[in-house]
């Protein structure tokens, strides 16, 4: 007798799966490499484990099946191979594979200097040789475009990998994003939280970031929805918490440095910077004058235990720098160049420490 595919496949229906309680061909076990060649019948079982227990009993079903239904002198005995089923690629869960560290730069108190120091740490970094990114998380009052002067860009799609990406704007070597550049800033207050939330996280997942070795986040003041959004999203190498030296401002800084550090959050916190650390007028270069008390941040970083990254005083040069786009940290021959050079270099030191003692930081799950 002449055997056909059909034949064999309905004499392998009987064949029940006994923990499924399916037949193993409606169960899609029989692969379709299946031959005849005379009375010889060769195919694959596919089992998802090479050591599934069930190998031996079902070929010997099958065996049986064959040569109950078929032809009892079909040669089968030896000819069921067994494959195993490829593993499904494994989902890209990390967001933005392609940034080192990832940096926040935060603050309990709003005014504290947070876009100003991350803006000029940004530029200072990357003078120092690295590649940096800039993200504007603060959804409802951006300072990026204005503290860089790029109010009128207007980033581009590009299709890269069938996939929309915005391409970032780049200016003194920094790479940035911000809602800014999308919507009058007036347009997003009206925004409602969720929105907010889906403006952030397409800024990160759709811009064409590239290699990066630095990306660092200018966040919104205090706590709010875009943080926790950020913590959920993509794993944050670590924390910067900017405070002025006032109790006012260290009372928040507490705060901050609480959040980045509670349970369910826990991303490591790099240290503090103490902004407006004393006012220096640009005519006396050499006189101090501490008006928002002496030392507040630092004696807080000692307070708390973690590390003082820097004391930045009040110079006319950073506020003007702030409103006319040119970061002061681009002037690197002067007191403020060097001190936001030195920063970034604390910065770098203190990242290394801790990829060096630490895992990478996990994305906060959604409850849902
Ligand atoms: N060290 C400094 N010397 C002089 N001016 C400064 C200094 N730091 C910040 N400023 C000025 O203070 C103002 C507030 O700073 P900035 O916008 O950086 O604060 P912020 O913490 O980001 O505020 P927000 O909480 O609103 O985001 C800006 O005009 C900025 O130029
Ligand atoms: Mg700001």
New binding site residues.
Partial sequence: MEYYPNLILDALKHVVHPGKGKDIVSLGMVEDDLRIDGKRISFSLLFDRANDPLIGSLKKACVKAIHSYVDEEADIEGNIYVKVKPKAKPVETKALPSVKNIIAVA?G???????????NLAVALAKAGYTVGLLDA?IF?P?VPI?FQTEDARPVLEKIEGKDKIIPVEKYGVKMLSIGYFVNPDDALIWRGSMATNAIRQLINDGNWGELDYLLL?L??GTSDIHLTLVQTISITGAVV?TTPQNVALADAVKGVSMFKSKNINVPVLGLVE??AWFTPAELPENKYYIFGKDGGKTLAEKLQVPLLGQ?????S??E???NGEPAALNEASIIGLAFADLAQKVVERVELRNAAMPETKIVEIKK
């Fill in positions: 603050s108190k709003g005014g504290v200097g947070k876009s100003t120091i991350t803006s603060d009052g300072s503290m200018d919104p003041p900017v902004n407006m930045i005083p009040i110079v006319q950073i506020r720098g702030g409103d």
